[in-house]
């Protein structure tokens, strides 16, 4: 079964543009979801990504862990790249640079599915 999260990012006004080009060139992490001893908990499935003014929103479909998520992104070089680079853009600062900064922004901006509807599904 899988699970729907989403990442709210507050942006500076205008960097609309810059935020959608850094989002659309970012690398991939690794899709297998790790823990801390490397054991394969979960995969992520889906990534989705809204642009808006002064807003953007990442969607992600995990199967798996939803938990372990965080920390697994937070080791990752591309998305750590990617985290520094967006940081310019945010009209709220965060610490990405460690799996624990890394949670406290999911903790902090972490948007849970609150409704999923699908055509011929009740």
Known sequence: MSHWFALL???KPGTE???RDLFANSGRPDHEVKDDDGNIVGKLLTTLVFVGEETAVRVIEVEGDLRQVPRHMGKQPVVAAFEEEIEQYLSEPRDM?????AVAFFRKRGLRLAL???????
């Open 97 to 101: 640079r460690s799996p624990e900064g």
């Open 116 to 122: 999923e509807r699908r055509l011929g599904q009740d």
């Open 9 to 11: 990012y507050k942006l």
């Open 17 to 19: 543009d810059d935020v």
